[in-house]
């Protein structure tokens, strides 16, 4: 009776444990309260074809190649149309070089591979900065969240004055938020189930070694 009530409180213990584990990785994964985001593959891709056709024409996402993007459900015939004739090996760079960049903005725009977790605002911070601009009285485009940025408005949100039209292009931005956070860890996914099989053999060869003990020191008793 006593062997049971051990090997049912070792499991418990055992299991609180992994599922403690797992909650904390689905706390670090989850968005903001105020920030509700579809973390769909697919909605990463929408994200990814913005990214490609707007972001990298002034930043680089340098730790992904076109390749990475296949994990995000892209043919081979999308893939060639992002890439443009390059490599599938090349990694996601800019359209301008260096030069041209700092020429026009005073400043090479920052890589974006770990933007979405390298800011305080974690994934928040490129949807904030996307649709944070305004019109100024002055008739200038400004960003409340970021003021003085030298980032343009690339998705025109300063412009859309309509409720409908603000809408869709808030939804592009939390799709390029969720691609941002996918490519700044793109085998996060893979981890996690890996992890959860890890916790289950964990258990199962905890239980397993301790039957073996018991019967062991029953032979020597």
Not at 46 to 73: D, E, F, P, S
Not at 121 to 145: C, E, M, S, W
Not at 191 to 205: E, T
Request: net charge positive; proline share 7%; aromatic share 10%.
């Amino acid at each position: 009776m006593l062997t049971k009530r051990l090997i049912f409180r070792t499991a418990t213990a055992l299991f609180g444990f992994w599922m403690f584990t797992a909650a904390v990785v689905a706390g670090e994964q989850r968005p903001p309260p105020d920030v509700k985001l579809d973390r769909t593959t697919q909605n990463a891709k929408r994200g990814a074809q913005i990214a490609v056709t707007t972001c990298l024409m002034c930043h680089n996402i340098k730790y992904l190649n076109y390749r990475h993007l296949r994990t995000l459900g892209f043919t081979q015939e999308e893939l060639d149309g992002l890439r443009a004739g390059k490599p599938m090996e090349s990694p996601l760079v800019s359209k301008l070089g260096p030069e041209q960049l700092a020429a026009a903005f005073g400043t090479t725009p920052p890589d974006l591979s770990l933007i979405a977790i390298a800011r305080p605002q974690g994934i928040r911070y490129p949807y904030l900065l996307l649709t944070g601009f305004y019109k100024t009285p002055a008739g200038t485009v400004d960003n409340h969240p970021f003021p003085g940025v030298r980032m343009p408005d690339v998705l025109g949100y300063a412009n859309a004055s309509d409720p409908a039209e603000r809408t869709k292009l808030e939804t592009k931005a939390k799709a390029v938020a969720v691609f941002l956070e996918w490519a700044a860890d793109p085998h996060a996914g893979e981890r996690i189930i890996l992890g959860y099989f890890v916790m289950a053999y964990l258990i199962f060869l905890t239980t397993l070694l301790y039957l073996i003990k018991r019967r062991v020191w029953q032979r020597i008793e």
